[in-house]
């Protein structure tokens, strides 16, 4: 079968957002999340995490099973948007996190 490509173009957008969201809420979920840590913790953490892989599994799948994307297409904003997140997930983490305390504390 031919893909269709009219308006869609390379990257995909979808799967940069989603897999942005996906990486994103993984690392958040691993090394953020510490709250009670027991079972019942653990097992909601899994349930997140194998969720929003599904997710953005089955949003890339569709992408090219519609025919809206090419298997590169997808790949690359897959890619790109796990990348992102890292960095992201990197700034927040290590450059935003400290300063919390400071920023709460302003009188607006």
Known sequence: REVVLEEHGMPSNHSQYMWFVC???VLF???RLHHLGHRGETIWKLISVLLS???AGMMSYSRVYLQYHTVP???WGSVI???A???WFLITQ???TPWFPT???WRI
Request: charged share 5%; hydrophobic share 45%; net charge positive.
């Open 94 to 96: 290590f450059l935003l």
């Open 103 to 105: 920023i709460s504390n």
């Open 73 to 75: 297409q997808v790949v």
């Open 23 to 25: 990486v994103y809420t």
């Open 29 to 31: 979920t691993k090394y």
């Open 53 to 55: 892989l599904s997710c």
């Open 85 to 87: 997140a890292i960095v």
């Open 81 to 83: 948007g796990g990348c």
